[in-house]
């Protein structure tokens, strides 16, 4: 395994086209990433893989899509207005700005190297405030959410209302957040934009102690099925100083980004908390009526809450290698789970002359049914190999003379690079067969 690290990530994301600096003909804007053809892929086949492993595969479990803007009382509900916020200092030398609680304040400066210039921390709080509305005052305050999470507790009564669902019951939603975060460095892992996949299980308070355990497992389950390698995953519980006043416990699941380890996903026990919150706030009733025992209760909540464009910095560290070829060179390779990978199969007719070009032309329309797929006909075929080993498309198929002849194509495996000749109309089954039984190697 070569060593990744984010130079070499970055690089090849501007290179290849999945992630780019935001405004990048204006300098830049720090904090925000626009994600280019192949990066929208992945992060698209990232969250409908979530999307379907949390609604689909699981009893229970509806979907939401909430606005990103609500009524600033639901922040006031949560404890975002007064709490949200972070220590921050300056260094009063060169201006460099830290969060108070990533550096040791009695060190020298990270970026200049002084002693003893720090600022005493204030707090911030990370919420954009904006208005709504043409008057720019207090009264037409509003936030852009720093969390989806909220958009489902104060839908909690329309979709019990509404749908059929009973406690034990969740709620699953996909969607931007945004937090005025004080230091943005480490790519996209720490954004002032970003998307979150969160779910909230409602269920009867005392039964969280079974629930959550729960859900712990089978989140730490999803990121095997999502083919990353098990031992860059950890748990970590939050300790005394981490945990929110309110929350029973919480743990975070946490990966081996190239900086070290670090939070991918949380799962918390939340009590009643934030429902308890909103009634309050609100003056709306927040309880739930069980309708076999006639029990009157405002459900506890596990939360299991991953960011989505963090989880795209993982997949890609995760894939990344560069890897000796049989020819004595070095290629590099994303070894993407199948599933998750933004492009599935490259169609490569040998040479564009002779009918091979439109014969392959042919073949990659058809299999646009299937799979998402590219065509590329230029470079010598050992080149257009290495492209498509670099962006982690798992299959590629070359069309030959042969083709012409039998109907028959070669199918390249990525990881083995293993080459096998096989009829034209196998070439879906085969690999529909291949990427479920994917391992990678
Ligand atoms: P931190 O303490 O690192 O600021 P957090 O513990 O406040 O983060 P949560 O509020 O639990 O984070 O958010 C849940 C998930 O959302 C995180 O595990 C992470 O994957 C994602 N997330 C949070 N903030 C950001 C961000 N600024 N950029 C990208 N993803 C984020």
Redesign the pocket.
């Known amino acids: 395994m070569a060593q990744v690290t984010m130079d070499k990530l970055v690089s090849l994301c501007k290179r290849r086209g999945f992630i780019f600096q935001s405004s990048e003909i204006y300098g830049g804007l720090n904090g925000a990433y626009d994600y280019g053809p192949l990066g929208v892929e992945l992060k698209n086949n990232i969250r409908d893989f979530w999307w379907k492993e949390m609604t689909q595969l699981h009893d229970d479990i509806v979907g939401l899509d909430a606005s990103i803007l609500m009524h600033s009382r639901v922040w006031e509900a949560s404890g975002h207005v007064s709490n949200f916020t972070d220590p921050m200092v300056d260094c009063k030398v060169c201006k460099a700005r830290f969060r108070a609680d990533q550096i040791d304040l009695n060190a020298p400066c990270p970026n200049c190297g002084n002693k003893g210039t720090f600022t005493e921390p204030r707090n911030f709080n990370l919420m954009f405030a904006t208005h709504i509305g043409p008057d720019a005052d207090s009264a037409s305050t509003i936030y852009l959410r720093p ?1 989806t999470a909220q958009g489902i507790y104060v839908n909690f009564k329309n979709v019990v209302q509404s749908s059929r669902v009973k406690v034990p019951f969740g709620i699953a939603q996909v969607g931007k957040s945004f ?1 005025n ?1 004080i230091t943005t460095k480490n790519f996209i ?3 002032c934009e ?1 998307e ?1 996949m969160e779910m909230q299980f409602f269920c009867k308070p005392g039964t969280d102690e079974q629930w959550f355990p729960y859900w712990r497992e089978q989140r730490m389950a999803f990121y095997g099925k999502m083919g990353i390698r098990l031992d860059c995953l950890r748990w970590h519980q939050h300790g005394p100083d981490e945990l929110a006043f309110y929350a029973k416990d919480a743990y975070d699941i946490q990966y081996l980004f190239p900086m070290g380890w670090q ?4 799962v918390h026990s939340r009590t009643d908390y934030d429902l308890t919150q909103h009634q309050k706030f609100s003056g709306k009733d927040m309880t739930y009526l069980d309708p076999e025992t006639n029990e009157r209760y405002i459900p506890y909540v596990v939360e299991t ?3 989505l ?2 989880n795209v910095l993982m997949a890609l560290s995760d894939a990344y290698d560069e890897e000796p070829t049989p020819e004595g060179d070095t290629r590099t390779v994303l070894h993407f789970h199948p599933l998750i990978a933004p492009i599935m199969v490259a169609v490569l007719p040998l040479v564009k002359k002779d009918g091979i070009g439109e014969y392959a032309e042919k073949l990659e329309h058809e299999l646009r049914e299937d799979f998402t797929t590219f065509f590329d006909q230029s470079g010598a075929i050992g080149r257009r190999y290495r492209r498509m080993d670099e962006i982690g498309t798992p299959y590629c198929v070359t069309v030959d003379y042969d083709t012409l002849k039998d109907n028959t194509v070669t199918l390249r495996m990525r990881d083995s690079m293993q080459q096998i000749r096989i009829p034209v109309d196998q070439i879906v089954s085969e690999i529909h067969k291949a990427s479920k039984t994917y391992k990678r190697s």
């Open positions: 969390e937090r975060e892992f720490r954004s970003f979150q939070e991918l996903e949380g809450s991953a960011g464009t963090r």
